[in-house]
């Protein structure tokens, strides 16, 4: 007889007979929905279908939103989207009977920052080293339009500030006044900042509220170095 010989495993039979599903599909699995670009139309469109979907398959649980977007322009000010793609999602979310739980990573910037206020009060989190800013909406390129047709797009752009302004004084507790005043020039929070107007509620650290408790007050810290504190200094 022959000898038998074992044929060789090869490569391909350990392959999975279908592709693996894709991050998104996997964290939207988990309820999910991460804005980790611009708000470009594409992005817009991905957002709302996975917010809808997250409804249609339980009316109730909650739905967790993370946020590391520019909004509709760059860092740098260049404008990538339309104002009209942060209201989209914006509405999306007010009109969910899921509450929405938002988490701000890396930056929020502009409409982003408002998705981010929107969130469920009390619900609403910031990483430590995360950042926030509010700015007026940008005019963008007009090119070779008209002169009556720049006029009619910086009127709708003021037009789309004042929503904003409205808007994210809902969401942070502030006046009109108040959010008109630090948005005329790009407002900057870190964490902490952000809480203290309201755009979000806690700050996500692991372990903070131990590390907190067990630091010493200013004062205490001058008491045991011996240091006295002399008034006008």
């Known amino acids: ?23 998104p599909s996997l964290l939207l699995h988990g309820r999910i929905v991460y804005i980790g670009m611009p708000l470009v139309p594409a992005v817009t469109e991905l957002v709302i279908a996975e917010l809808v979907y997250l409804q249609y398959v339980d009316p109730k649980e909650p739905i967790y939103l993370y946020i590391n977007s520019t909004g509709t322009t760059r860092d740098d000010g260049e404008t990538v989207g339309m104002e009209s ?9 007010m009109q969910l009977k899921n509450e929405v ?10 409409q982003a920052c408002l998705l981010l206020a929107a969130g469920k009060k009390g619900r609403r989190f910031m990483m430590p080293h995360s950042k926030a800013m509010i700015q007026q909406p940008r005019v963008p390129s007009s090119g070779q339009m008209p002169a009556s047709d720049v006029l009619i797009r910086a009127k709708e752009v003021i037009n789309n500030r004042d929503t904003l302004i409205k808007l994210i004084a809902r969401h942070t507790g ?9 948005m005329r020039r790009p407002f ?46």
């Open 1 to 23: 007889m022959p000898p038998k010989v074992e044929r060789s495993v090869s490569y391909n039979e350990h392959r999975p007979r279908r592709p693996p599903p894709d991050l």
């Open 85 to 93: 793609e942060g209201f989209a999602i914006y509405d999306a979310m």
């Open 174 to 182: 502030n006046s009109v006044e108040k959010v008109s005043q630090v």
């Open 188 to 233: 900057y929070m870190d964490s902490t900042k952000a809480k203290e107007f309201g755009v979000i509620d806690k700050i996500l650290w692991r372990g903070q509220e131990n590390i907190m408790s067990e630091v010493a007050s200013p004062e205490e810290w001058d008491k045991k170095a011996g240091i006295k504190v002399v008034d006008g200094i």
């Open 101 to 110: 739980q938002t988490v701000a990573v890396g930056a929020a910037i502009g």
